[in-house]
């Protein structure tokens, strides 16, 4: 769900051009005279790889509680209750005016995050007004330009802290919602169900990784024609473009997808958009092959690519492509591996596939691998065969004493697949070390046969039969 900005500040600033800005659509009424706008409307706004809700507000005033201005004000006061972070607007060309103190003060009580933004200041204008806006005690105003669309950028970097969190706040409400469902017997989960591919349903793939790294002509030779332009020129690929297929019976979801460079270095709209379009398509699979070049394997942006599909829970291999030019294949494999286990420990296990996309060479090796990895991810594991093996990890490694006390670690149970998710009962859950959870971790890894999977695995406090009881 898309987080939610109100846009509040006194009357005639621009927030309605702000509103309209974002959205892409002239949604809200837009005039000179102040006070146009009265119900604080809502639409969809895009502003690089960020979509959130918009919230467009009356302008804020002092105003009797019954009057019109007054009513206007309590639909503010709830925008901004309801809104994740508010932009508090000021007309940078008039200065700050007593108004805008005055809010700036109830914002400041306010519990939701306040961003300033001085509008007008294009071309440079209104920068004595900007350079006033620091003394409302609400950090350094953005520059910005509601109606030239000038400093979106530098609101853009804002706002990305806030999505980040957000964003991570409801993967892990989403999680334990699942935890949650799981314990209840309605779900339908059943770990004791052996798993049941559904072959009516498409198998969903995403081919990711840098610029340039082959990720189009690996595509075009899997499909057996040339369905995606490719050629020498780093970044052709803009969209993620889905292609329905079919391999040995089975029907596949196979996406390209924009080669994804560091963030540092995505500067243009266009790519900014390419690239949330291809994190869109990494949510949407359910196998991920982040794609190498042979010759260069391996920078600081692979990494991040193969955390972030981690991060999302995605079943994974790395595709190592180019191979036809690499001279002694066996020392590379090994070194790839090597570099492989020290980098990426939280996937430890991950398969890798070397091939050509350009010869064909090793590609008959892709598709099978991208199965077993799915069956993987899919992995159920029958609740009697975890507390054997967890009774056996605690013997070889019981958990540490924490403030002198002994953690008891009760059992286990594995609440959903896909990617494999376990609950252990435990009585002092929150205290449990992240060491030791690592350590599970990885004993389940090795034991149950998952390498290279996802596993994710949550401490969960058994409640007390006789809490509630005097």
């Known amino acids: 769900m898309p987080f939610k900005v109100a846009i509040v500040g006194r009357p005639n600033v621009g927030k309605s051009t702000l509103f309209n800005r974002l959205v892409g659509k002239k949604l809200a009424l837009v005039d000179d005279t102040p006070g146009v706008t009265r119900d604080r409307r809502e639409g969809e706004a895009h502003l690089g790889d960020l979509t959130f809700t918009v919230v467009d507000t009356a302008g804020l ?29 000021m007309d940078a060309r008039a200065g700050v005016t007593p108004l805008d103190k005055r809010f700036a003060q ?120 040339d369905r995606m332009l490719t050629g020498p020129e780093a970044g052709i690929t803009r969209d993620a473009i889905g292609i329905e297929w079919t391999w040995r019976g089975r029907r596949v979801k196979l996406w390209d997808t924009a080669g994804m460079r560091r963030r540092a270095r995505v500067t243009q709209k266009l790519e900014k958009l390419s690239v949330a379009d291809t994190l869109r398509a990494i949510r949407f699979a359910e196998v991920v092959a982040v794609t190498l070049d042979a010759s260069i394997p391996f920078e600081r942006q692979d990494l991040h690519i193969a955390d972030l599909v981690e991060q999302e829970g995605r079943a994974m291999l790395i595709v190592v492509n180019k191979w036809d030019v ?67 990890a605690i013997s070889r490694h019981p958990p540490p004493a924490v403030k002198g006390r002994a953690i008891n670690i009760k059992y286990m149970a594995q609440v959903k697949s896909r990617p494999p998710t376990f609950a252990v009962f435990s009585n002092r859950a929150e205290e449990v070390p992240t060491g030791y959870r690592r350590y599970l971790v990885n004993g389940l890894r090795e034991s149950f046969d998952l390498p290279g999977v996802p596993i994710r695995l949550f401490m969960r406090a058994r409640k007390n039969p006789f809490a509630d009881k005097k």
Not at 121 to 134: H, L, P, Q, T
Not at 339 to 354: K, N, W
Not at 361 to 384: C, Q, Y
């Open 61 to 89: 005033e002092e105003a009797a509680t019954e009057s019109l201005e007054g009513r206007m004000r309590r639909q503010t006061d709830a925008a901004i209750a309801e809104a994740d972070v508010c932009l508090l607007l």
């Open 106 to 225: 109830i914002l400041r009580k306010s519990p939701t995050p306040v961003v300033l933004v001085a509008n007008k200041c294009e071309g440079g204008a209104g920068e004595s007004g900007r350079m006033e806006a620091f003394e409302l005690g609400l950090g350094a105003p953005i520059p910005l330009s509601a109606e030239h669309g000038e400093g979106l950028s530098a609101l853009y970097q804002s706002l990305q802290p806030y999505a980040d969190r957000i964003e991570e706040e409801e993967r892990e409400q989403a999680v334990e919602d699942a935890l949650a469902d799981a314990e209840d017997a309605e779900t339908g989960f059943d770990p004791e169900a052996p798993y049941e591919p559904d072959l009516e349903a498409p198998l969903r793939i995403a081919v990711v990784g840098r610029p340039n790294v082959g990720k189009s002509t690996l595509v075009n030779y899997l499909l057996g024609e």
């Open 326 to 392: 690499v001279e002694d294949t066996q020392a590379k494999l090994r070194e790839l591996k090597e570099e492989l286990e020290r980098l990426l420990p939280q996937v430890r296990g991950i398969p890798i596939v070397t091939l050509s996309a350009l010869t064909g060479r090793g590609t008959d090796k892709l598709m099978p691998m991208i199965e077993k990895v799915h069956t993987l991810w899919n992995a159920r594991i029958s609740t009697s065969k975890l507390n054997r093996w967890l009774e056996e």
